[in-house]
C-alpha cells in the first residue's frame, strides 16, 4: 500500500470549494458593504417612484415607499451579514473558552460539564433560538443573542472533543511534563492544533445562523420594520410573490450567495484538513487502495502463444501501466504448476502486489495491465470472465487480518458468501462447509467463530478464517499477499503450516508473496526475485537455501535476513 | 346542490396518489382517518387567523371571534343593509326613549337543548353582559356608561331596558355578536361555556361539535334551528350543514388553497394577496371596510403631545393620507375623513376641516422634538407599513421618534393600560356596533383608566357634551349635528388624525355566497346554491 | 495441539475492529447510558423550560393576558403563571405538575396545554417521520451512488456538479424552499395542495415533507459520500470484491453498513435540526404541528404554551437521538462499547 501522502501541518492547500466559496463571499461582502455606505438613502426614504418595475433606474424596481428594491436587498444583507458575524464570532469565542475551560478542569467537573454539553448540543438550534426569543423578545440584538447562544453548544464540545484528543499527544504530555504554565500550553499548544477543524466549525456556524436567523425574522420572531435584514426581507416579500416575485429576488440571492459561499469554504476547509478528501481535488490517479470493481485487462496483445503451457497458472509480458503511461511492471513471465508454492520476494514498490493484483484482476483505480497470456486454469483472465469464474479461478489472502473483514457482519455470514453467491448454496450447507473447513485449517470451535464479529477474534484466528474463506471456492489459484506480515511469529508459523498443507492436500497452484526470504526459503518450491518491476531472478528453492544466488540484489535480500542460516529453529 | 371538495386524485396519476398516500397514511398514524376527496358536499370549509378567544359572546375578542360568536348566539336584533335592523331573537322593539328601549321576543326559538327561548331567559343573558362583576369589555359598548336595569315578562313575552345615561345607539348594540344571547346552560357554566363545552349554552343557528384548540373547529347546523331573520333581501339557498374551520395566519396559503379548491371562504387583509382572485370569474368576492385606521395621541400629563395642538398638527401636516395610503393597502382603501367610513352616520365629509398635507410646516412643529415613542402593531403587513411610513415621515420632519413594533396582543394591552409606554400610535378602529358613536368614545370622554373608553386621554369638554348629547337624541337630525359637532371639536384639537380604511376582501367558492350589510359580512348568512 | 495455544485474543486493537467488546453485558450498559443520557437530556430540559418565565423581563402576567384585558384577567394571568409565588415553591409545583401530566393551562386557547400538545404533536411526529424515511431513503443511495462514481477522481464533471449543486440547494432557506415548492407544485402544476387540508392529512403532507427534507437530503447525501469514499478504501471492501461478489451486493453488505455507521452519527445533528426546521416549514403550510404551535405562542405571549411545546419538542429531539444511537448499536456492535466522548 502506497504511503498517504503527508500533510503538512499549518499550510492551507486550495482546493476549487475553498477558492470559489472565499470569491463568493469576498465579493458579496465588498459589494455590500460599498452598498450599505452608498445606497442607505434609496434602500430607505420615502419617495414618488412608488412600486416601479425593473428599469434602469431601479434594477429591481421599487417598492410602496418607492424605496430601491435593490439596494434594500444590498442594505438588509449588510445587516444580516454584521449580525451572522456578530452571532459567529459570540458563539465560537464562548464555544471555545468553555471547551478549553472543560479540560483544563479537575476531572469530575470536566465529566458533569462534558455531560451538559452534550445534551445542549441534542437540542435543535432553531428551538433554542425560539425560547431566547421568547424571553427577550423580537429585535435585532436579541436575534444575535438567540443565534450565537444555540451555537455555542456545538463549537463548546468540538473544542472539547479536539482537546481531549491533542491533551493526549505526545508533545502536550511533554509541554505539561517540563512545566509550562496552562495559559501557554493552551495557546501554544492548544489553539493552533485545533484551528483547521474550528475554522470549519466557524465556517458552518456563519451560514447555519444566517438561515436560522432570517428564519426567525421569518417567522416574526426576528428583525422588525423599520429596521430590515434579508430574513426581514423575505418575510415581507414571499407573501406577494405570487403578484410581485421581484421583491423576493434580491434577498433572495444574497442569502444564497453568502450561505453558498460559507458552505464551500467550510467544505474546501474539510477538504483541505482531511488527506482522505485531498488527493481527489488533485486529479491524479496514484497508487491507492481504491480499486475498480471490475477492471477489464485490455487485450490488445492478446497473444497466440496462449495455450502453449499446460501450467494451470499462466503469465506471459504482464505490463502495468499508470494512466500517464509509465510503466511500473515491465513484462513479467511465469507460470505456477499444480501443487506448487511460487514465492515472489522483493522490497516494497518493487511490483509483486501489483503482479499479484493484475492476476486477481483487483488492480487500483488508475493502473491498467497488459499482457499477452494471463490464465488461471480454464479462465482467460484476459477477456470477460463472469464474476462467478472468476471466483473459481482466483482467491486471496491479505495482509493484515485485522481489516480484511467487514466489522459490521458476524464472520459466519462473510465466510459463507462465496458458497451461497457463486456455488448456490443454502445458508445451512455453506456453514456445514465452512465449519469442516474451518476445523481444517485448526480453528479449535469454528461454531463460536463463526458467531463472533471480526473484532472479537485473534489476528491469527481471522487469518485461518480467511484461508478457509478462500479454499471455499476451490480456486485454481491461491494468491498470499504477505499473509503472515501482521502477525506474531508463533502465529505466523501456523499460518505458513496451513498453507504448506493446502499445497499438499490439494493440488491448487500458490502465488506466495512477501519481503521476507526467510519465510519464503521455508515454504516455496520455487522463488522469484522482483525489482523495480522486473525479475531479477529466479531460484529453486534449494538454490536459494545454499545461498546459491548470482543476481547482487538478491544476495543482498539474503543478507538484510538476520539469521537467515537456515536452521530457523521456530519455523520446524 | 352541487358544492364539491374537489377529489385531489383528478390531478394526480393514480399510481402516485395510491403510493404517496399510503407512505403518508403510514406515517401520520395516530390521525384521524382521511376519506380523501369524499368530503360532505353540504360542508364549508375556512380558516381564521388565529383561535376564538372564547366562546362566551360577552368575553369574545377580536373580529374572527365576533364573527364565532355570531354563528353560535342570536342576538335581540340583527343588522340589515343600508344601516337598518331587522328583528333577531326580537320580532319588534321600540324606543321609548333613549334611555329606555322594550323589545318583544319572537315565541318560535328554541335553545341547542331544546329549551325554549324565553323573554326571562333572554333578560338574564342581557343583565349578565350588564352586570360589572362579568367584566365584559363590551357593556359599555352596548349600555353605555350609565346603571341598567333590565326587567321580562313573560306573559307578554316582553323584554325592557332601562339605562340611567341616554344611549340611543343601544339597538344597535343589540345586534352585535357580543351581546348574543346565551342560554340558561351556558350561564350556569361560565367555564364551560368559555371553552364551548356546554351543548345547551347555544341559541344561534350552529352548535361547537368539535373543538380542538388551536387546530381546528366544527360547527354543526342545527336541524331544528328555524329562527332566521327576515332581511329585506330574503336569503336563498341553504345554510351549510357543517362549518369547518381551521387556523392559519397566512394569508397566502390561504389564497392558495381557495385556489386549489381545498377552502370556500377566506378574508384577506393583504390587498397583494386579494389581487390574486382579481383574474378569477369564478369565486365571489365582497370587498368592505372592516375597520379604520387614525392617529391617536397620548395626552396623559407630561407626555409630549399633552396640550401641545401645535405639535399635533405638525404630525398631522407631515402626514401625506395617499402616501400611507398607498403603503397601508395599495391604494386599495378609502381615504377617511373621520373615525369612521363615510358609509356610517352623521360621519363628517367636510374634507377641508382636516389638516393638509404640509411637509414644511410639518418639518417647521416637529424639527427637534425629542424622543417621541411611537407604537407600531405588526397584526400583519399591512399595519406594519403603516408604521413605517409615520415612522419615516416624522423622522423626515426632524423629530426624533423612537419605534418600537410589537405584537397585536400587547399593543392592544399597552394601550388598554394608559400609561407612558407610547405617544402616538395609528391603530385599527373594529367599530362592530356600526355606529359613529362608538368609535368617537375611543378619542373623547372618559379614558381607558376611568373606566370609558377614550385611548388618548384627551381632556375635551366640548367634544365630551356634543357626544353625550348625540346619545341623548332620539332625532335623527339633531343626534348627527351633535355627532358632527363632536367631530369638529376633534380636528380643531387635532385629536386624531383620519388615514385610511382597513379593506378587507372575503372571498368564496363558486357554491358559496354570504351577504354583507354596509361594511359588515354576516357569516350566519352563508348559503350554498343561492341564486 | 492446538496452535490458538500461544494466539491470545487481539492483544492490540487495529483498523476499523478498534475495540474490544465488553462480553454479553454490552447490551446493558449501552442501553443504560443511553437512557441515562435521556433522563439528563430531559431533566434539563425541564429545567430551561422553567426559566423561561423567571428571565421574561418586565411582568409576563400584563403582556400575556392580553388585548383589552380587565385586572381581573391580569391576575389570573399571575396566579397561572405563579408569578405571585417564589421561585423554588413554583418550581416544584411545576415538576409536580409534569409529573402528573399536567403542562398548565393555555392563555391564548383557553384549554389545557397537554391537550393541546397532544393534537399537535402527531403532526409533527408525522411529517419528522415522513422527512426522515425521504431523507434517509434518497440520501443515502445517492452519496454512496456519487461516492462510488467518482471514486479516485473519476468524472470529475459529476463531482463537481454534485459538489455545487448540493450546496445551492442546502443553502436555500427551508421557509424559502416551501414557498416555491407550492409555487411550482400546488399553484403552477396544481398537483398537490397548497396547505394542510383537514380531508387529506396525507396527501397535504408530502409538500412541506418534501420541503423539510430537501435541504437535508442534500447536507446528508454529502456526507454519506464523504464516509463512502473513506469505506470504499478499506481493506474490507477489496475483500468482498476479491470474492466477486458483485456491486450490489458488495455496496450493500459491505459498504452501507458501515457508511451508516459513521453518517448516522454525523446526520444525527441534521436530522434533530430538521426539527428546527420544521418551525418556518410549518408556517408557510398552515401545518398544525408543535413548530406552528410555538411561533403562535411566541407571538401571543402564551408562555405556558411556550414551555410546553419546547419541552416536547426538547423531549422528542432526545428520544430521536437516542433512537439513532441505539440505531448505531444494531448496525455496528462495537459502539455499544464507546465510551469516550
Redesign the interface.
Known sequence: MADQAAVRPGRLRWNPPLVVGTVLLALTGVTVVIASLTLRGTAEGLSADTAQPVSAAHWLGTDDFGRDLLARALVGAQASLVMALAATAISMIAGVLIGTAIWTAPRRLREVALRIVEITVSYPELLIAVVIAAILGAGRWQLVVAVALANIPATARLTANLSGAIHQRDFVTTARLTGVPRRALISRHLLPNMAEPLLIQLAASFSTGLVAMSALSFVGLGVQTPDYDLGRLLADGLPSIYSRPLEVVGPTLLILLLSIGAMLVGDGLAAAADPRLARRPAGRAAVTTRPRSAEPVPESQQSEQQSESSAPVVVRDLVVRRADGTSLVHGLSFEINRGEILGVVGESGSGKSLTALSMARLLPDGLTAEASALRTGETDLLGRPSRRELADAVAMIYQDPGTTFNPALRLGAQLTEVLRVHRGKSTVEARTIITDLLAGVHITDPERLMRSRPYELSGGMRQRAMIAAALAAEPALLIADEPTTALDVTVAAGILRELARIRDETDTATLFISHDLGVVEELCDRVLVMKDGVIVEELSREALRAGDVSSPYTRMLLESVPRLSGHGAVRR | MKHS?SP?TA??PRTL?TL??V???A??????A??????PTDTV?T?LN??P??FDPAEA??QQTFQVAGLLYDTLLRRDSDAALVGGLATSWEAESASEFSFTIRSDATCSDDTPITASMVADSLRRLADPET?S?WRNLVFGLGTVEVTADDAASTVRISLSEPFTTLPQGMAIAQSGIVCPAGLADPEGL??GTVPGAFSGPYTVEEA?????YTFALRSDYAAWPEFATPLTGTPPNRI?V????????????I??G?LDLGQFA?P??A??FASQPDVHQYQVTSATTYVVFNQREGRPFADRPELRRGVASAIDQA?FN??FS?GTAELLTSVVPESFACVNTDRSLLQPHDPDAAAAALSGLGDIKLM?N?AN?QY??G???I???LT?AGAQVS?N?V???????TL??GGSDWDIVFLGDLNSVGAISASLDRVIGPSIEEGGRNYSASDNPEGEAALAEGLASTDEASRCAAFEQAQRTLFERVDIVPLAGNPNTYVTSPDLTVSVFDDYVDLATMRLGAA | MSVDTVDTPAPRPRGPGARRARGGSSWTAFAMRRFAGLVGTVVTAVVVTFLIVPLIPGDPAVSAAGPDATVRQIEAARAELGLDRPVFERFADYVGGLLQGDLGHSFSLNAPVADIVASRLPFTAGLSFLALLVVLVVAVPLGMAVSALTRGGRRGKLDAAFNYTTAFVAAIPPYVMATLLVLLFAVTLQLLPPAYTRSQPGVSMLLPALALSIPSICLISRVVRRETAVVLEQDYLRTARGWRLGTLRTATRYALPNVLTSTLTLSGIILVGMLGGAISVETVFSWPGLGLGVVNAVATKDYPLVQGIVLVLAVVSALMTMAVDILLGIVDPRVRGDHDG
Do not use: H
Not at chain 2, 406515517?27 to 384521524?32: D, E, Q
Not at chain 2, 380542538?212 to 381546528?216: F, R
Not at chain 2, 381551521?246 to 388553497?257: E, F, K, L
Open positions: 371538495s385531489r390531478r394526480l396518489v404517496t398516500s407512505v403518508s397514511l406515517a401520520l398514524a395516530g390521525c384521524a382521511d376519506p380523501i376527496g369524499t368530503g370549509r380558516v388565529s383561535d378567544s372564547s375578542q377580536g367584566e369589555t368559555a371553552a380542538e384548540q388551536g387546530l381546528s369547518e381551521g387556523i392559519s395566519t397566512d394569508q397566502s396559503t390561504v389564497a392558495n388553497q385556489l386549489a381545498d393583504d397583494d394577496v389581487e390574486r402616501a398607498a403603503v395599495k407600531g405588526t403587513r406594519s407599513g408604521a413605517d411610513y415612522y419615516q415621515v423626515d419605534m413594533k405584537d397585536n396582543a400587547t399593543f392592544w394591552s388598554a393600560e
